[in-house]
């Protein structure tokens, strides 16, 4: 890809980004693009109001502040939470997704997902603060709630 006047351009594949593979007794060509993907590192969030988020995210989901990363060297108010190894960047600019109308059950809106190891213990914490959440639709132990911005966030619980 390459960036021409400000718009990002796919480039065509070249044959040298190319490898034959056997399958089955058929070939198929394979894309080598190997950069090194390690995980995800954060997943930025909108908020209206970074206190009122903040209380949301700290004081219902007891996510910590990342004190290591930059506050004060972006053009706008944020917090980065720690979420495991990785991150939430919240970020106090306008949100341009409309905040009403959108889907009652969050697992069909965007959402970030974050594992968790019991959900029934969040859905006593979402009750006791009075928060509405829905359980997944498939019946795996799931939980979706939004936060006070309508960003849908998805809990599920994995093993170990």
């Known amino acids: 890809m390459s960036v021409e006047g400000g718009i990002l351009k796919k480039e065509p594949i070249r044959d040298s980004d190319k490898i034959e593979t056997a399958t089955n007794g058929k070939h198929n060509i394979k894309e080598i ?16 109001n970074l206190e009122r988020s903040l209380e949301f995210y700290q004081n219902i989901l007891g996510l910590e502040i990342n004190e290591a990363r930059p506050h004060d060297k972006l053009p706008y108010r944020g917090a980065w939470l720690w979420v495991g190894a990785e991150m939430i960047h919240l970020m106090e600019l306008p949100n341009p997704d409309p905040l ?10 965007r959402h970030t997902c974050i594992a968790i190891r019991d959900v029934s ?23 979706f709630t939004r936060d006070p911005d309508a960003n849908a966030l998805e809990f599920t619980q994995v093993d170990g």
Request: hydrophobic share 30%; proline share 4%.
């Open 33 to 48: 693009r190997d950069y090194g993907v390690v995980s995800v590192h954060h997943v930025g969030i909108l908020c209206e």
């Open 100 to 109: 009403s109308g959108r889907p009652e059950h969050g697992g069909r809106d």
């Open 121 to 143: 213990k969040l859905k006593m914490i979402l009750d006791k603060a009075g928060i509405s959440y829905t359980l997944s639709k498939s019946g795996r132990p799931a939980i």
